[in-house]
């Protein structure tokens, strides 16, 4: 990064200069080469991220977090949500612990990191398992849009495979990123900044289309739409730039399977890592989802808004220029705050911005004059922007905290805490639905649903001292220090053979990173 920013730093500085003798002999030029500047700089962010990790990355990126998590993923959120309501009729609880059972793959993350760590298929670590996620995906996806009356545990399990191909791309690529990460400590926050830029944009358009792919072709068109995302991962599968072990033995693969979890385990106890994973969980799991019933309530004819479809994805969609408010918001003015400070104040805004909640339900906003449309946009953006704020820095401080040689699994074990937290987030909530006796058409207890995940919300403050207070730039919990914790922990496990046997020498980790090329 050092060499690539040094150059962008050049040409900016160089491009000032001329700008500013433009400005003395004709404005008009100046200004124009202000604009001009302005559009290169993310062109030259790219070139730069390309340069210093590989254009293959850079493209993963794009390709599994942008089209699969972000478009794909938003068009799968709001044709779920109707699925749920309006062909399965269930009800905002049950929606809620269906939505649970379907997060499980994400729950199992390590298992997938593990696999593609320490399991070669064909002699490839990561190409196979691209492939796989593709055909899963497609698979599931076709069956739920061309099978009649499917019922809704044949359902869940097709929802619940589609779920698994998302995860286990995103833990492919999660790998080739901390690992990244590991050898340029520098580029972290930045590559977690291309992560999440590339998922809210794609988020952003996926929202925007997805309610009127709803009303014209259904639910279960969305599904058959969305074989087209998993399509391009099993493209990434078969283009990828990989190199080739074909005298991997398969005979060590138990003894590896040991070495890595005794890896991570040797690592999780350190309490420089243990501490931050117990925070995110905690941060996560009491910040109770109830929005299966927000949802109902928002289409509901009688007692909501009553939104169409279009609506609702147009508010999800604008409410996602928030999400990619906040990633820009974080990489040029935040990414190198202290990781605890930062996180206090996102929290704290967390929960004060679950009142919007509370003054739309009341409809308070109408008294305010303003509209219901308007005001759940603001509602959404802001939720999504505090959220993205928060999210960041625990991205960045978990690909710190990778063991060299397993980062795809120690990763996906970091991940899957916090997709833990968010399933446990939505059982709860389903649980404080049921109980509070919010159904599809019964909703005078949701104002005290949303007012009791609010004080939830702010309860995670009281464990920030979990969190170092040091920023990312200082952040000395470095690969290179895991490995040591591993070498000199008590089961000396053997974390170089498991780099010998992986062909990841410091020298070859720079040729093997390339391997990706495309982006919940």
């Known amino acids: 990064m050092m ?3 040094g150059k962008i730093q050049e040409t900016h500085s160089r491009e000032e200069q001329q700008v500013e003798g433009d400005e003395n002999g004709s404005p008009k030029r100046g200004i ?3 604009c001009c500047n302005t559009i290169r700089a993310p062109i030259d962010w790219f070139r730069m991220l390309s340069k210093e990790t590989h254009w293959s990355l850079v493209g993963g990126v794009v390709a599994v977090y942008g089209i699969n998590q972000g478009f794909g993923g938003a068009l799968a959120r709001v044709g779920t949500e109707y699925y749920m309501k309006d062909v399965q009729k269930v009800q905002p609880s049950e929606a809620q612990a269906y939505k649970g059972i379907t997060n499980i793959p994400w729950i199992i993350k390590p298992i997938w990191g ?5 399991v070669p298929i064909f002699g490839y670590r990561r190409r196979p398992y691209f492939v796989l996620a593709g055909i899963l995906g497609i698979l599931s996806m076709f069956f739920l849009s061309f099978h009649e009356k499917l019922h809704i545990v044949l359902a869940l399990v097709c929802l619940t495979v589609g779920s698994g191909g998302v995860a286990i791309a995103d833990v492919t690529v999660d790998a080739c990123v901390a690992q990244q990460s590991g050898i340029h400590p520098s580029l972290a926050p930045d590559m977690q900044s291309l992560c999440a830029l590339s998922s809210s944009i794609g988020a952003l358009i996926g929202f925007s289309l997805s309610g009127v792919f709803v009303h014209l072709i259904g639910p279960k068109g969305v599904y058959g739409l969305l074989s087209i995302p998993f399509a391009l991962v099993l493209l990434v599968g078969l283009v990828l730039k990989e190199p080739h072990s074909p005298s991997f033995a398969y005979r060590q693969i138990n003894e590896k399977f040991l070495d890595a979890a005794s890896a991570m385990w040797t690592t999780l106890k350190c309490q420089d890592v243990w501490r ?3 925070y995110m969980y905690l941060s996560f799991a009491l910040s109770l989802n109830i929005y299966e019933g927000l949802f109902y309530w928002e289409t509901d004819s009688k007692a909501g808004p009553s939104f169409s479809q279009e609506t609702i994805g147009f508010i999800l969609s604008i409410g996602s220029v928030g999400s990619l408010l906040g990633a820009i918001l974080y990489q040029y003015g935040l990414k190198t705050h202290p990781f605890r400070a930062l996180l206090f104040w996102t929290q704290l805004f967390f929960g004060l911005s679950g009142m919007l909640d509370l003054v739309f339900i009341l409809r308070l906003n109408l008294k305010l004059g303003l509209s219901d449309y308007f005001f759940a946009v603001i509602d959404e953006s ?11 820095p625990l991205l960045v401080l978990s690909s710190q905290l990778c063991p060299p040689g397993i ?4 990763f996906a074990l970091l991940m899957s805490i916090d997709n833990f937290g968010l399933m446990s987030s939505t059982w709860l909530g389903g649980l404080l639905l049921h109980v509070l006796n919010v159904t599809r058409t019964q909703f005078d207890n949701l104002w005290l649903a949303i007012l009791i995940r609010n004080v939830l919300r702010i309860v995670p403050l009281a464990f920030l001292f979990l969190v170092p207070k040091s920023s990312p730039e200082s952040s000395g919990f470095s690969r290179m220090e895991v490995l040591s914790i591993l070498e000199d922990g008590e089961s000396h496990i053997e974390v170089s053979g498991i780099l010998e ?3 990841l020498s410091k020298s070859e980790e720079v040729e093997l990173t390339p391997l990706v090329s495309n982006i919940g």
């Open 3 to 5: 060499v690539g920013e």
């Open 32 to 34: 124009l080469m202000g």
């Open 114 to 118: 593990l696999l593609t760590d320490v």
């Open 276 to 278: 931050p994973c117990l």
């Open 382 to 392: 802001v939720f999504q922007l505090v959220g993205r704020l928060k999210w960041m």
């Open 407 to 410: 980062e795809g699994t120690f």
């Open 501 to 503: 046997d992986s062909e």
